[in-house]
């Protein structure tokens, strides 16, 4: 079950993949950023689906230190990773381009730098994924970012269906896991009367 686009900005489930846990697939500019891991936990996705929504509702300008996404991006992945604070860049400019960090949603993305820069109507996400063996966020890129400009409407669209799911799915689960839990407790199954 797809939200959003590949090409653009996705989120693919696979519901039937894990009883417990909640398989999506993220998708930026056509790559699939969290290749080695797709298993969130239920409650951390709902917030952050939750989170995200309600931080793109609302159409704002782009930051005052935007030039271009891969410029932006640049200087702010250099501001938060690289030892040297950002390549000279003003501190202050860095910092507050990478206050546009996104994809912050636990182990599944630690993988990824992403940041989604608003643009009034549009949002420029633009990521890069490390590699799996080194250090989360450090040295080592695996490939060039990867940049994708969406509406920024459909983008909310696409975290609310997805929340949407997210949300069904867990109810559902965590109603398993309490009528496990009873059973193996020893209690009445739902729906069971005593006599």
């Known amino acids: 079950m797809l939200f959003g686009s590949r090409a653009g900005f996705g989120l693919e489930f696979h519901i039937e993949q894990d009883p417990d846990l909640l398989?999506?697939?993220?998708?930026?500019?056509?790559?699939?950023?969290?290749?080695?891991?797709?298993?969130?936990?239920?409650?951390?996705?709902?917030?952050?689906?939750?989170?995200?929504?309600?931080?793109?509702?609302?159409?704002?300008?782009a930051p005052a230190e935007f030039t271009s996404p891969s410029e932006s991006f640049r200087i702010a992945e250099g501001w938060m990773y690289e030892d040297d604070g950002g390549s000279g860049t003003d501190p202050s400019v860095a910092e507050a381009l990478a206050r546009c960090e996104f994809l912050e949603w636990g182990e599944c993305t630690d993988q990824v730098t992403a940041l989604a820069f608003p643009d009034g109507?549009?949002?420029?996400?633009?990521?890069?994924?490390?590699?799996?063996?080194?250090?989360?966020?450090?040295a080592g890129a695996r490939q060039e970012p990867v940049v994708a400009s969406v509406?920024?409407?459909?983008?909310?669209?696409?975290?609310?269906?997805?929340?949407?799911?997210?949300?069904?799915?867990?109810s559902t689960r965590l109603a398993a896991l309490l009528d496990r839990g009873r059973a193996d407790d020893g209690g009445t199954a739902p729906g069971a009367g005593s006599r």
Request: hydrophobic residues 45%; contains cysteine.
């Open 121 to 138: 109507e549009r949002l420029h996400l633009v990521c890069r994924v490390r590699d799996a063996d080194g250090p989360a966020r450090g």
């Open 151 to 170: 509406s920024r409407a459909v983008f909310v669209e696409t975290l609310e269906g997805a929340l949407a799911v997210a949300e069904r799915e867990w």
């Open 23 to 61: 398989c999506v697939d993220i998708f930026v500019g056509g790559l699939r950023v969290n290749t080695w891991d797709n298993a969130f936990y239920p409650p951390l996705l709902v917030k952050k689906l939750k989170d995200e929504a309600a931080r793109f509702r609302t159409p704002t300008a």
